[in-house]
């Protein structure tokens, strides 16, 4: 997943950094001054991330900004928890990526739409947009 700012929000999927080209190119393309990770996907990457590509992988995340948590997104993240967790079981890396995106308002980019499409207030991100 990834982001243009000051209106996208980016989850990288690990996949990123193993080949996956046509979301290589995407970034590319939109580059990565306009682009924005949530350090709970930095976390996910870097849990990911094999020994050997550690070095190279925490240089990838050096080159995007990093949106951190905050009092806002805690409470929104608590309000995805309690409004879907019955019905939808939201993962809560997932609901954290979420409630980034919505109090940043960024359009989130992801391979992962179902994991995300039960929230009205998220915004994807278009690449035909």
């Avoid at 929000?9 to 001054?33: D, F, M, S």
């Avoid at 900004?65 to 997932?94: A, Q, T, W």
Wanted: overall charge positive; charged content about 20%.
């Amino acid at each position: 997943m990834f982001c243009e700012l000051p209106t996208a929000y980016c989850e990288l999927p690990t996949y990123l950094l193993r080949g996956n080209v046509i979301t290589k190119n995407r970034l590319q393309q939109i580059g990565a001054a306009n682009i924005a990770l949530s350090i709970i996907t930095h976390a996910e990457i870097y849990f990911g991330a094999k020994a050997s590509e550690f070095v190279e992988t925490r240089k990838v995340l050096e080159s995007f900004k990093v949106c951190h948590l905050s009092e806002e997104i805690s409470l929104v993240f608590n309000g995805i928890m309690l409004n879907y967790s019955l019905s939808h079981r939201p993962k809560i890396p997932d609901a954290l990526i979420a409630a980034c995106a919505i109090a940043y308002n960024y359009r989130l980019y992801t391979e992962n739409k179902k994991d995300f499409k039960f929230i009205p207030e998220i915004k994807f991100y278009d690449p035909k947009s």
